[in-house]
C-alpha cells in the first residue's frame, strides 16, 4: 500500500497523487484499499483480543470482518483475473466465521492481503475491463472490470462495518 496505516497523512488517499502510473479505474481500487487499511487499523487500535472475537448486540465479530475482507480480496481477484478458486480458497472461506487469533494476526493477515493484491490490481488495471469472467461454480455473469471494482465496494463495505463495531464495542466499555 502507499503509505503506513499507522503513519496516514490527513488527505484520504485518492488526494495524494499516489498510483499516478495506473489507469483511472485500477488507481482508484488501489486507493480504497487505501483508505480500507487505514480506517480499519485506525478502529482497531486499542481493542484487545477478547474484544476483536466479541460478538456486540449481535453482530458480526471484528475477527470474522478481518478474516472476510483479507481472503475476499484474494477470492474476488482471482475472478478478476479468469480464474477459479483453488481449494485453498475455498477451505479458507469456511474458517472464516471461527478462529481465535490474536488481533495482531489478524490485522497482519489483512495487511498481506493488501500488499498482495496491490500487483494483482495494477496487472489488472491496463486488461480489457470488459472482458467476461464468471463467478462461482454457477458461473454468474460480470467483467473483468465488475470484479475488479467490486475489490473496491466490497472491502469498503466491511471496512464500514469495523468501524462501526468497533465503536460500539468501544462505547460498551463505560
Do not use: C
Amino acid at each position: 500500500m502507499s503509505t503506513s496505516p499507522s503513519e496516514a497523512p490527513s488527505v484520504e488517499p485518492w488526494l495524494r497523487g499516489t498510483y499516478a502510473d495506473v489507469p483511472a479505474a485500477g488507481r482508484a481500487v488501489l486507493h480504497a484499499l487505501d483508505l480500507a487499511a487505514e480506517d480499519i487499523h485506525r478502529a482497531a487500535a486499542d481493542l484487545t483480543d477478547l474484544e476483536a472475537h466479541a460478538r456486540p448486540l449481535g453482530l458480526p465479530s471484528l475477527a470474522f470482518h478481518l478474516r472476510h475482507v483479507a481472503r475476499s480480496i484474494d477470492r474476488i481477484l482471482t475472478y478478476a483475473e479468469g480464474s477459479q478458486l483453488t481449494p485453498d480458497q475455498l477451505s479458507a472461506l469456511k474458517a472464516e466465521q471461527t478462529g481465535s487469533e490474536p488481533l495482531a494476526d489478524l490485522l497482519a493477515e489483512l495487511d498481506r492481503s493488501l500488499a498482495n493484491a496491490v500487483p494483482r490490481v495494477r496487472s489488472l488495471a491496463s486488461a480489457d475491463l470488459e472482458t467476461f469472467r464468471g463467478v462461482g461454480r454457477k458461473q454468474l455473469p460480470t467483467s473483468a472490470g465488475g470484479a475488479l471494482i467490486h475489490v473496491a465496494d466490497h472491502t469498503q463495505r466491511h471496512t464500514g462495518q469495523i468501524v462501526t463495531t468497533s465503536k460500539i464495542l468501544k462505547a460498551l466499555r463505560s
